[in-house]
């Protein structure tokens, strides 16, 4: 039988999507109250050209059957909100725990519509904050570093001798330094290769900016894995916002100011050291379901599919 002819027998006969109590609004929002545990998380994924919905998920259920309890097309929060509103006052209690990133519409829409529920600021985003603005650094010496070059080709070109770049001991240029290092700035040193702890080495040697830059984020994660109670991180964290402001890393200083400006829900981690990692997980399911079906061209079809599997 013909893919498109068999897809079209399921829809319309052999599946249940025409009778779907949830279809005249799916395109829009889909919920399953029963789903709701003590333990929930708040993330937004993308379905289908860039349209974001908001996705609440039961992390008990551990990403398999019972693990969407809300899908609301956009992250507004009065849209989101007064969907998830909808859901019984006496269930929306039973929250203890939400995780969420650091967007203020997930904070406004967890206090309105679960004011019951403690809030934890996942560790991976607080983490990808610092990495970035390693990253921000590491970008901007890489531009000073083209340009640099630009120069040096045009002014041999004038004195009409060709150009020979400097290269260091490992075969790279200053700008293929920049570029090819990357990847390593994520990592701990433990986990490089021999040819990213050679370019590591020349890094740090030539900027000396850029290696405080990332043993400053590196400090950061072993605060998380290291500490145990929520008073032992707070005074390593105030450890490390004095290295930060003696650095005078602008790009640090932003990190710093926004780890104060959410601490509260930030060191609520260590309480029981819950993390978005469901949510993201669960958004990765979905794009590999997405995937699999080469795109989203009906989203309540899609979304009737997904519920199948997962709500």
């Not at 956009?74 to 209690?93: A, E, H, N, Y």
């Not at 009409?160 to 293929?176: A, M, R, W």
């Not at 989203?299 to 709500?311: C, D, G, P, Q, V």
Request: with cysteine; proline share 1%.
């Amino acid at each position: 039988m013909d893919a498109k002819q068999l897809e079209s027998q399921y829809k319309n006969h052999l599946s249940n999507y025409r009778e779907w109590d949830q279809l005249p609004h799916a395109q829009d929002w889909i919920l399953f109250e029963k789903n709701i545990g003590a333990y929930v998380g708040l993330d937004e994924t993308s379905l289908s050209r860039g349209e974001l919905y908001t996705i609440l998920i039961n992390k008990g259920a551990k990403g398999r059957k019972g693990s969407i309890i809300a899908m609301i097309k956009g992250t507004d929060v009065k849209t989101v909100s007064d969907v998830l509103l909808k859901l019984s006052r006496k269930r929306r209690f039973q929250v203890r725990e939400i995780t969420l990133d650091m967007a203020s519409n997930m904070n406004q829409i967890a206090r309105v519509c679960f004011p019951g529920a403690k809030q934890v600021i996942d560790r991976f985003h607080v983490q990808q904050l610092a990495f970035e603005a390693v990253q921000e650094m590491r970008i901007k010496a890489r531009w000073e570093a083209m340009d640099k070059e630009n120069i040096e080709i045009s002014y041999a070109k004038a004195c009409g001798i060709q150009y020979k770049p400097s290269v260091f001991e490992n075969g790279d240029t200053n700008k293929q330094l920049l570029a090819r290092s990357r990847y390593l700035l994520f990592k701990k040193e433990t986990v490089w290769s021999s040819s990213q702890s050679k370019r590591a080495t020349i890094l740090f040697r030539e900027y000396p900016d850029i290696k405080k830059a990332y043993y400053l984020s590196m400090w950061l994660g072993l605060i998380y894995h290291q500490s145990k109670h929520a008073d032992i991180a707070l005074t390593k964290l105030a450890h490390w916002y004095d290295e930060v402001d003696n650095s005078g890393f602008l790009s640090f200083g932003t990190v710093a100011r926004t780890i104060q400006t959410h601490y509260l829900r930030i060191v609520a981690f260590f309480r029981n050291r819950a993390t978005n990692a469901a949510s993201e997980s669960f958004n990765a399911k979905i794009k590999q379901f997405r995937a699999q079906l080469r795109g989203v061209r009906d989203i309540s079809f899609f979304l009737f599919r997904l519920s199948k599997i997962y709500a």
